[in-house]
T-cell receptor, first 111, second 112 residues
Framework: SQELEQSPQSLIVQEGKNLTINCTSSKTLYGLYWYKQKYGEGLIFLMMLQKGGEEKSHEKITAKLDEKKQQSSLHITASQPSHAGIYLCGAANQAGTALIFGKGTTLSVSS | DTAVSQTPKYLVTQMGNDKSIKCEQNLGHDTMYWYKQDSKKFLKIMFSYNNKELIINETVPNRFSPKSPDKAHLNLHINSLELGDSAVYFC???????????FGPGTRLTVT
């Protein structure tokens, strides 16, 4: 079965610093999704990547998909306290009927 | 306007009881899902429904049964609750396969 490994597991950065979270799949990626979860809340959809080499940005968050490496990265520029939370990557199974999630990266931003 | 809503938000019950969690989406999506997030925050698919047909069931005990009265609702019924069922359950919906999923706020189930 497919597995997604996220690194690092947790991250503490100072406000204003840049950071990168990685997500590596054990199998071919048919679609890669990034979500953010705040404690006690649901998941907020950030971005979806489907094609190798694809890159998307929203405000200060950029996600890239390296299909050959079966890997995606999420980069946050000039981090703010509002970026704190758990970032989860999810991969669609081949049939597209479910998402398989990594174990998440917990981000803390100190001011 | 809440896109995906779940009730209740918190549910505390005793072992052996039967309980239900309700989910509704107002996005007009064709596919709905149930996920379980354990104490280590690991999120795992339980069921998905597409046009009222169950299309996936990931080795979930048959004490769990999804029921969809219509395209906008997917309820989760749990019989004979066990301690290990304690978790946060999330409902989600998407326009179709390979489309982004939108999640509800979650239901925290505690079995004592």
């Amino acid at each position: 079965s497919q597995e997604l490994e996220q690194s690092p597991q947790s991250l503490i950065v100072q406000e204003g610093k840049n950071l990168t979270i990685n997500c590596t799949s054990s199998k071919t990626l048919y679609g890669l999704y990034w979500y953010k979860q705040k404690y006690g809340e649901g998941l907020i959809f950030l971005m979806m990547l489907q094609k190798g080499g694809e890159e998307k940005s929203h405000e200060k968050i950029t996600a890239k998909l390296d299909e050959k490496k079966q890997q995606s990265s999420l980069h946050i520029t000039a981090s703010q306290p509002s970026h704190a939370g758990i970032y989860l990557c999810g991969a669609a199974n081949q049939a597209g009927t479910a998402l398989i999630f990594g174990k998440g990266t917990t981000l803390s931003v100190s001011s | 306007d809440t896109a995906v809503s779940q009730t209740p938000k918190y549910l505390v019950t005793q072992m052996g009881n039967d309980k239900s969690i309700k989910c509704e989406q107002n996005l007009g999506h064709d596919t709905m899902y149930w996920y379980k997030q354990d104490s280590k925050k690991f999120l795992k698919i339980m069921f998905s429904y597409n046009n009222k047909e169950l299309i996936i069931n990931e080795t979930v005990p048959n004490r769990f049964s999804p029921k969809s009265p219509d395209k906008a609702h997917l309820n989760l019924h749990i019989n004979s609750l066990e301690l290990g069922d304690s978790a946060v359950y999330f409902c989600a919906s998407s326009q179709g396969p390979q489309m982004e999923q939108y999640f509800g706020p979650g239901t925290r189930l505690t079995v004592t």
